[in-house]
């Protein structure tokens, strides 16, 4: 499952790239003509699970659950016209969610031709997405309009109803998202490369001194009143300060949080809320060797949960022993948890949990 970020140039993409991944890609103070960098990287879900679990099994390793995330360069105002677009809707359509970063922080040293308006900034990137869905859309009902007039167009017509509950939706300015087909309608336009149907996450980027300032707060109920009803939701974090913060040894990032009196990094929120839009929750594996966080999609059955450790362990699945996390840190061991009967057997169309901490038993 793929993140992509998304924004106008010079809104902190790349900045909250690297607070996402903790890498170092080179941010720039003027937009990239040509938008060539392509950076990819890898997102650790923040887990406090692990933590507590790491406690109790003092395992030699601790992995967190991960997505892969991607910055997507060459969006910008009437992009949706241009031919240079294929790029960058590429890289959307590639993505199963999209962050999409709008630019609050000040910055006179950042160019940003028009000043810093959050919500035209937002609308008009929003607009480029819909231009470019509608532009497929037209495209295609001509096409079939052609086949039709041919007389070879009789299996057409599900994908021209669907077709045309999508343009007036896209008409009116309004996502796809929001759009609710049956589910044969989705098949038949599934081939098209539709980027406003993504799930997407909206990051205002504010200045190290805006956090909590009124231009903030105002921004943020613009955002808000933009997106409501658009199925968006919309959060602010400092970027840069991330993505410094991203940069240290996680000893170093605690002492430099406690100094600022905070828990944890806003990053943190964002990331878990980036991985449940891509309908992922996380089943969790525990032992002396490793403590690990398992990405599945909501509503895996056991079977296929087995199957995202090893094929052996899918192929040869028994059974799975499932305590939740909660009653697991209740009972204080994996011991008193089976002795108070909280471990229970579960066959391999039991539908995995969101923190459950499972042990497969398996024959090969
Ligand atoms: N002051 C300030 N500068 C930022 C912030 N976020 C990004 N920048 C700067 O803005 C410029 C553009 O950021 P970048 O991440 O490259 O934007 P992109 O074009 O969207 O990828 C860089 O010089 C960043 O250092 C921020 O929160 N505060
Ligand atoms: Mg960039």
């Known amino acids: 499952m793929k993140l992509g970020i998304i924004g106008l140039p010079n809104c902190g993409k790349t ?83 999209l962050i999409h ?17 959050p919500a035209a900034d937002a609308a008009a990137l929003e607009l480029e997405l819909v231009f470019s869905d509608l532009e497929l859309v037209e495209t295609r009902l001509d096409r079939i309009a052609a086949s039709i ?9 599900a994908e021209k109803a669907a077709l045309e509950k999508c343009r007036s939706q896209l008409e009116e300015e309004k996502p796809l998202r929001k759009l609710s087909l049956a589910g044969e309608e989705v098949a038949a336009i599934n081939s098209l490369q539709f980027v406003s149907v993504k799930p997407e996450l909206i990051v205002l980027n504010v200045g190290e001194d805006e956090t909590a300032s009124s231009a903030t707060e105002a921004a943020l109920a613009a955002l808000e009143d933009y997106y409501r009803g658009k199925d ?20 170093e990032a605690k002492l430099f949080l406690q100094d600022l009196g905070i828990a944890e990094p806003a990053m943190n929120l964002v990331i878990r809320e980036a991985y449940a839009l891509l309908g992922l929750v996380s089943f969790l594996t525990a032992g002396e060797d490793e403590v690990k966080a398992w990405p599945i ?11 995202k450790i090893h094929s052996d362990i899918e192929r040869g699945f028994i059974r799975a022993e499932v305590v939740s996390y909660d009653d697991l840190i209740a009972a204080g061991s994996m011991a008193k948890a089976r002795e108070a009967g909280g471990v229970r057997l579960e066959g391999k ?4 949990q969101d923190g459950d901490v499972i042990n497969f038993r398996f024959n090969v």
Request: aromatic share 6%.
């Open 349 to 352: 169309d039991y539908v995995v």
């Open 149 to 157: 007039k041919k007389g070879v167009g009789e299996n057409l017509e």
């Open 101 to 117: 970063v709008v630019r609050a922080f000040a910055d006179p040293a950042v160019v940003h031709p028009d000043g810093v308006h």
């Open 232 to 251: 968006a939701r919309v959060f602010s974090i400092p970027g840069k300060i991330e993505a410094e913060l991203a940069q240290l040894e996680p000893g």
């Open 15 to 97: 900045t909250v790239f690297n607070a996402l991944t903790s890498q170092n890609a080179p941010v720039t103070t003027f937009p990239n003509p040509l938008g060539t960098e392509h950076h990819v990287g890898i997102v650790r879900v923040p887990d406090a699970r692990l933590g507590r679990l790491t406690e109790m099994y003092k395992p030699r390793k601790t992995t967190p659950a991960d997505v892969t995330c991607f910055d997507i360069t060459g969006f910008s105002r009437g992009i949706s016209g241009s031919r240079q677009k294929s790029a960058a809707f590429n890289d959307a359509w590639d993505a199963d969610a």
């Open 297 to 307: 999609r909501k509503g895996t059955p056991a079977l296929g949960a087995a199957g």
